[in-house]
């Protein structure tokens, strides 16, 4: 049926008896799998980063593309109008300031050696 008064007290004598063991135990535990904790969390961290950077991207496929289009009628560094164009973040907000209409080599390129100033390119 139940757990009797006599057993529920024994359990927690048992309990408050051992509790330094297990506070022991714990903080050993603690130290030998510190590093294990780090590298749980920075991936955790990163995987929080990347579902961000996920819908940022999306964002901007969706909202800025036309705009951008429109405005520019094609790749922002060699103004070219057919192919496929894609939207470069130069900082990940947004904001559509923060976006480059390019085509796809020109993507490329950016992302093989980052420009040292992405508005130059843009005037």
Known sequence: MGISEKEKLRGRL??????????VWQRE?????????????RKRRADKWAKEKNRLETYARRNFKPILLKKYGGCQMCSEHSGPLEVHHIRYTERIEDCLLL???????????PLK?????TI
């Open 117 to 121: 100033n992405h508005t130059e390119t």
């Open 103 to 113: 085509c796809r080599d020109c993507h490329k390129k950016i992302h093989r050696k």
């Open 29 to 41: 535990y603690d130290k030998r799998n510190k590093e294990r904790k780090k590298l749980y969390d």
């Open 14 to 23: 048992y309990y408050y008896k051992n509790r330094e063991k297990r506070l």
